[in-house]
């Protein structure tokens, strides 16, 4: 009797261990091609006000007007939404935050298809039209917003 106890706190120990491990962030892969990519539109005051439509329209709600992720609807999400504002996220590249609004990432939906004019950025590009790159350059003015605090 005294080993089915153990075993049973075992198996239970075990479970709770995996189920922990697996509701650690798992990683968000950039593929190599966006990895590289450079924004090739000018973070001019046309461009950073053209991504700020773009971001009140679709992203607002999660990552709030001043884009530290606390938006209306963060607060019912399972994780928090990033905080653009932070260091470690400006530090990315202009592909890799080209791709992650594309692509999506658990509860973060991809924009590939609901942003408009970007079918030219499927292919691993910044594509032929503005608004990839607008809304690159407006996301990235949230470091410039947090450094004059």
């Known amino acids: 009797m005294k080993k089915l106890f153990l075993l049973t706190g075992i198996v239970i120990l075990?479970?709770?261990a995996l189920?922990?491990?697996?509701?650690?962030?798992?990683?968000w892969k950039v593929p190599e091609k966006?990895?590289?990519?450079?924004?090739?539109?000018?973070a001019d005051e046309a461009s950073v006000a053209s991504g700020k439509e773009l971001y009140e329209y679709f992203c607002v709600s999660c990552h709030g007007n001043d884009g530290m992720?606390?938006?209306?609807?963060?607060?019912?999400?399972?994780?928090s939404p990033t905080d653009f504002t932070q260091d470690a996220?400006?530090?990315?590249?202009?592909?890799?935050?080209?791709?992650?609004?594309?692509?999506?990432h658990r509860e973060m939906p991809g924009f590939m298809k609901r942003i408009p004019g970007n079918q030219d950025a499927l292919d691993g590009s910044?594509?032929?039209t503005r608004i990839p790159g607008d809304i690159v350059n407006y996301v990235?003015?949230?470091?410039?917003?947090?450094?004059?605090?």
């Open 69 to 79: 992720g606390s938006g209306k609807r963060a607060y019912k999400l399972n994780n």
């Open 126 to 128: 910044f594509g032929k």
């Open 89 to 104: 996220f400006q530090q990315q590249s202009d592909g890799a935050l080209l791709y992650k609004i594309y692509s999506g």
């Open 140 to 149: 990235r003015s949230f470091a410039k917003k947090t450094a004059h605090r």
């Open 19 to 27: 189920a922990f491990i697996s509701s650690q962030e798992d990683p």
């Open 14 to 16: 075990v479970t709770t």
């Open 34 to 42: 966006y990895e590289k990519l450079k924004n090739p539109v000018p």
